[in-house]
């Protein structure tokens, strides 16, 4: 093809991408969005392989890895998606790298001077410490969600010192790199070293509560570092791709942090989240919560004008969302108004809850952001909370808390609440919910699956 050709059809890939980007804006037509994004790379891979004679081993990588990647994804469980997702930009950054190591090897093979000039030193050390930091730290992220490692934050004194004089030291290196007259191995392997221990230090003190900004932010880095890498290549559709990752990325960890009222550099700086703790008042008392069964939520329902669900966490665990459909019809059959109420972080990734009401085919229209639904609460009757913890707990209203400030659903001002736990342990960010123990609000204990299943034979 000629280089007038290879920018067209990169430019018409770019465009897809867009248009993917687009799509994925709403669940509705996400289906779409997804197609065109898959059009996109087809041509941008298609046009690619058009300027390389080893185009055989490129097709033979691809069927490898397609093969793997399509096993994964059939054998998947929605519960795992956010380390998939974390697995999946750990490859990119990790990909990254070595692009760089074999660009910098070879410069010649990938259309660059046989000593390579400062702008493409610049450009290689940027995509290969923010690929290095992104597989780390995505690592470290895919352990900690698929319960390999413990959420809770792991943190020692001066971890912050720590990573600020490895920072300048990583940065020293990339700088002795770039003013070296030949190829400077030793500089550029320390500096490498150095980044993918700094991206283990970031993420290790990050507690379970901000594993959404993580996954959104370790997206954002798998997308600067291929536009870092595209810029030494010299390959446009790599600078689109990745600005265009990057970018979304970015603006999805400044929702989630706005969502959950944290700066982005306490988030960064970690602390935040662990894994549970004892029931106890604030005296050292034992408080008192009112329980009740399936049967009893099902009557309650049934005769109720109107029911928000709330899902949670231990809804996707549980696999309990066609459950919830089912309910959800035998209620709507009934004459009762049914909604779902969706918190920005609800679930360990963006969108948790979106795609697993989606996968169960729940209308769209009866899935409403915090925002849309939150003034709806006080006129509701019965509010169904499945699994969630802390985007349902009312001490986000109470100054000097951890979470103070941070927006929730507000269930507590239905007249009714009735929430489904396997027990009564805190949620991520460690903090026991004075919601379980008010007047109004009924406990029922066991899997949601299962006690929904109850519901709907009530029913």
């Not at 003034?375 to 103070?404: E, K, M, R, W």
Request: glycine fraction near 10%; charge should be negative; charged fraction near 10%.
């Amino acid at each position: 093809m000629s280089a007038n050709m290879v920018a067209l059809a990169y430019l018409v890939a770019s465009v897809f991408f867009i248009l993917a980007l687009k799509g994925l804006s709403s669940p509705e037509s996400a289906r779409r969005g997804n197609m065109f994004g898959i059009v996109g790379m087809i041509i941008a891979v298609a046009t690619t392989m058009t300027l390389t004679e080893n185009w055989m081993l490129i097709i033979g990588c691809i069927a490898i890895g397609g093969v793997i990647g399509t096993l994964i994804a059939k054998r998947v469980q929605m519960t795992a998606m956010p380390e998939l997702v974390a697995f999946m930009h750990s490859l990119v950054g990790l990909a990254a790298v070595f692009i760089a190591i074999a660009a910098i090897n070879n410069p010649v093979s990938f259309g660059l001077p046989a000593v390579l000039p400062a702008g493409s030193k610049l450009e290689l050390f940027l995509g290969t410490f923010i690929g290095a930091m992104t597989w780390s730290g995505s690592v470290i992220a895919f352990l900690k969600l698929s319960g390999r490692m413990s959420g809770t934050p792991i943190v020692f004194s001066g971890q912050h010192m720590l990573n600020l004089l490895l920072a300048i030291v990583m940065i020293g290196f990339g700088l002795w790199f770039f003013f070296s007259e030949t190829t400077n191995w030793t500089a550029f392997i320390a500096m490498t070293a150095i980044a993918f221990l700094l991206g283990f230090l970031i993420i290790i003190p990050i507690g379970g509560a901000d594993m959404p900004v993580v996954i959104s932010m370790l997206n954002s880095y798998s997308g600067w570092a291929a536009a870092g890498i595209g810029f030494s290549l010299g390959n446009p559709m790599l600078i689109i791709a990745g600005s265009l990752v990057g970018s979304s990325g970015a603006i999805l960890s400044y929702i989630m942090c706005k969502a959950m009222n944290r700066p982005f550099l306490s988030v960064i700086l970690g602390g935040f989240g662990s894994d549970g703790g004892a029931v106890v008042a604030d005296d050292g008392a034992q408080k008192t919560y009112r329980s009740g069964s399936a049967d009893d939520a099902a009557f309650l329902m049934g005769n109720a004008d109107s029911v928000i669900i709330i899902p949670g966490y231990g809804l996707a665990v549980a696999r309990a969302q066609h459950a919830v459909k089912e309910l959800a019809e035998m209620l709507h059959e009934k004459g009762v108004n049914v909604r779902f109420a969706i918190h920005p972080v609800a679930g360990r990734m963006p969108g948790h809850m979106n795609v697993l009401l989606a996968e169960a085919e729940i209308p769209y229209e009866q899935v409403l952001e915090m925002d849309e639904i939150n003034s709806d609460f006080s006129n509701t009757d019965v509010v169904l909370v499945l699994g969630a913890n802390d985007v349902v707990n009312p001490a986000a209203n109470v100054q000097g808390s951890p979470i103070y400030g941070m927006p929730i659903l507000e269930a507590h001002k239905a007249r009714t609440v009735m929430v489904v736990k396997r027990s009564m342990g805190v949620g991520y960010a460690g903090l026991d919910n004075d919601l379980f123990y008010m007047d109004k609000t009924m406990m029922i204990f066991g899997d949601a699956k299962k006690v929904v299943e109850s519901m709907v034979k009530a029913l």
